[in-house]
Nanobody, 115 residues
Framework: QVQLVESGGGLVQPGGSLRLSCAAS????????MGWYRQAPGKERELVAA???????NNVDSVKGRFTISRDNAKNTVYLQMHSLKPEDTAVYYC?????????WGKGTLVTVSS
């Protein structure tokens, strides 16, 4: 079965950086569209960034110029590099995979931006 396992979250000061990783298994990773979502307390889950099987990416406006999504098909892993973090980036970050028309989710990793 498809499994997605996120890592790399934690506490970081405003202006800092983190890199999230999501290791996928149980699927042909290279053909899946991968994404990162986040959900802040009291808010709905929102798409942060996505990357297609061909490597095309899109980011939500609030993270453009600060966050970069990438993938390593040899490692079955998708990354989210985050720079210039702000307190409003605090959320649980979820990895997603769209694979043969089905959506799969990881359990999430918490990112807290605070001084």
């Amino acid at each position: 079965q498809v499994q997605l396992v996120e890592s790399g979250g934690g506490l970081v000061q405003p202006g800092g950086s983190l890199r999230l990783s999501c290791a996928a298994s149980g699927m042909k990773f290279s053909i899946a569209t991968m994404g990162w979502y986040r959900q802040a307390p009291g808010k709905e889950r929102e798409l942060v960034a996505a990357i297609t099987s061909g490597g095309s990416t899109n980011n939500v406006d609030s993270v453009k110029g600060r966050f970069t999504i990438s993938r390593d098909n040899a490692k079955n892993t998708v990354y989210l590099q985050m720079h210039s973090l702000k307190p409003e980036d605090t959320a649980v970050y979820y990895c997603s995979a769209t694979y043969y028309g089905f959506d799969y989710w990881g359990k999430g990793t918490l990112v807290t931006v605070s001084s």
